[in-house]
């Protein structure tokens, strides 16, 4: 019977799965580097035909340079954080674009959520803290990600703490 209301007490109320948003998906990056590669191809063969071959190295360049950009930006897209809330305890699993991952655990009694807001630009950082540590949550979110995570982060606290 013990057992039966532990596991109950570690259901979790709220999950969340947060990942940076990327504007433009996987068929837009591949029509935007088709585009391009013909583009600077084209321009690189025309420079080398009249006898101007530098343009048309910096071309290459120029388009390895835009794909070494992207790649990047792709990659640090893979970082995510999975946020979950139960009676018992608070849950945030941070993954680096490597694959690493850290865990900071809080008792869901003592946790407490910090928003810090601007006039203008709304949530800028969240912040989770108890028991003398505290990790910021959702640094990646866009603005309006921030607002209604940081409302049903609250929602879901307040639901947890009211069931103890």
Not at 4 to 31: H, M, V
Request: proline share 3%.
């Amino acid at each position: 019977m013990e057992g039966n209301l532990e596991q109950a007490a570690d259901q979790p109320i709220f999950a969340a799965e947060l990942t940076p948003y990327r504007s433009l998906g996987r068929k837009g990056y591949r029509i935007l580097f088709a585009v391009t590669g013909t583009v600077c191809f084209l321009h690189a063969i025309f420079f080398m035909a009249t006898g101007a071959w530098p343009i048309g190295l910096f071309l290459g360049l120029d388009f390895l340079l835009l794909y070494g950009a992207f790649w990047l930006n792709y990659r640090s897209a893979r970082a995510r954080e999975e946020v979950t809330v139960s009676r018992t305890s608070l849950s945030i699993r941070k993954f680096t674009p490597a694959g690493r991952m850290t865990e900071h655990t809080f008792k869901t009694l003592w946790a407490r959520f910090f928003v810090q807001r601007h006039e203008e630009f709304g949530i800028t950082s969240m912040m989770v803290s108890g028991e003398g540590r505290g990790t910021e949550v959702g640094s990646f979110l866009n603005p309006d990600d921030r607002e209604s995570f940081a409302k049903a982060l609250t929602g879901a606290l307040a639901t947890a703490k009211q069931r103890i």
